[in-house]
């Protein structure tokens, strides 16, 4: 059971660079997040999809893109990279809606990205 | 706005009972969850209130007062392995829908 998989688990980049982060999922779930977490912070919510073609805004958008073409992908894009964008990044997967009625979120191992 | 608050750093000892507190304020309500991370590890998930009273799940329990806007997590019997960050998070409508974290707690367990 694989459950949530990102790829890279650690990524340096330089200040302008862009990169894409891979999120897939193969509990065919509907939907997808996007949460970043800084050193000592809670995480905090940057993006999320409904379904495949949906996404929408979550808390801190600014800088990343995302798309949703499938049911199992979820990729996030930096563009220009900026330090402030150093930060542990983790996907997440739910079967109803920010886990519903059970609260659950399925997560990822976690994408640490360094932008210097 | 929403907002959590948890305490920062809490310390027991193997064997003890730790009780870990959640405040919030939202809008439109739906339930509170608990989530543990290792360090380095991915959050998962330990429980969820979405009425008031206590859900209990082998040692770890949960508890919420909606008319207090309060939540804890219980930890009985206390093992090393216990050691770790937890996270309250509460979904609501005022954050459209999505689930909202606090800040952490880091749960220390001594020898």
């Known amino acids: 059971n694989a459950g949530v998989t990102q790829t890279p688990k650690f990524r340096i980049l330089k200040i302008g660079q862009s990169m894409t982060l891979q999120c897939t999922q193969d509990?065919?779930?509907?939907?997808m997040y996007w949460y970043r977490q800084d050193p000592g912070m809670g995480l905090k919510l940057i993006y999320y999809s409904v379904g495949a073609g949906i996404t929408d805004k979550g808390e801190v958008p600014n800088g990343y893109n995302v798309s949703r073409s499938t049911t199992e992908d979820f990729p996030l894009r930096l563009e220009l990279a900026a330090p402030s964008q150093t930060s542990v990044y983790f996907c997440?997967?739910?079967?109803?809606?920010?886990?519903?009625?059970?609260?659950?979120?399925?997560f990822g191992e976690g994408s640490r990205l360094t932008v210097l | 706005g929403q907002s959590l608050e948890q305490p920062s750093e809490v310390t027991a000892v193997e064997g003890a009972i730790v009780q870990i507190n959640c405040t919030y304020q939202?809008?439109?309500?739906?339930?509170l969850s608990w989530y543990q991370q290792h360090d380095g590890g991915a959050p998962t998930f330990l429980s969820y209130n979405a009425l008031d009273g206590l859900e209990e799940t082998g040692r770890f329990s949960s508890f919420l007062s909606r008319s207090d806007s309060y939540g804890y997590l219980l930890l009985q019997e206390l093992q090393m392995k216990d050691s770790a960050s937890y996270f309250c998070a509460v979904r609501e409508a005022g954050a459209g829908n999505m689930l909202t974290f606090g800040g952490g707690t880091r749960l220390m367990v001594k020898p």
């Open positions: 939202t809008s439109g309500f739906y339930g």
């Open positions: 997440a997967s739910s079967s109803l809606l920010a886990g519903g009625n059970t609260g659950e979120l399925f």
């Open positions: 509990m065919n779930h509907n939907y």
